[in-house]
């Protein structure tokens, strides 16, 4: 019998919070912050860290706008999950950093809620009985 996720473990994008966005794009921004600093302020690297900067705050600013949401559509809930996995991949590297959420942040999300799995799964296997 296997132990079910810790209880802060994200497993759906459904259960996100605000915080959970706050918190992720604070660490970010320490994070790449800290990388810029050490990069100085001119050269492409320079640029390309601005821009990343730019990104993360752009996806966060979406993902908070998503989450006000009270009825999403599929389109919605699609983009919370991209969203989210956007900004959780951009923090994987920096997963030995001080301030890092293995609880929230490691477990990559794939889907809204149970019923977009459950959907998903019943779409597999259609697809497989169909072949």
Known sequence: MTNPPPERTLIY????????????????????????????E?????????????LVSDSAGFLHQLLTVERPEPWQRAATVREWQRLRSTALDFNHCDG???DR?????RHYDAADEAAEEERIRHFAATR
């Open 13 to 40: 994008a459904v259960d996100l919070t605000p915080e959970d966005v706050r918190a992720l794009e604070t660490f970010l921004n320490a994070q790449l912050g800290r990388v810029s600093e050490q990069i100085g």
């Open 42 to 54: 001119t050269g492409e690297t320079s640029f390309a860290m601005r821009s990343l900067l730019i």
């Open 100 to 102: 890092f959420d293995y």
């Open 105 to 109: 942040w490691w477990k990559q999300i």
